[in-house]
């Protein structure tokens, strides 16, 4: 409401700016080892340099050497 009755943004009546930049993430698409890996360096050469990504099976980082 203060806002709109003085015109000014919220950021601005808390003080103003803190910071000059936010670090953006992505969140990784794929399914599988292999599709993350990839999904993450066209994130990186994109310049990202955080990502995010949902829980998944711990059996796409296992090695297909293990025994």
Do not use: N
């Amino acid at each position: 409401m203060k806002g709109k009755h003085y015109g000014a943004p919220v950021w601005d009546l808390l003080g103003g700016r803190v910071r000059e930049k936010v670090r953006a993430m992505v969140l990784l698409e794929g399914s599988g080892r292999d599709a993350l890996v990839a999904s993450a360096q066209r994130a990186k050469a994109e310049g990202f340099t955080a990502i995010k990504l949902t829980p998944f099976p711990s059996e796409w980082w296992r090695s297909d050497t293990r025994t």
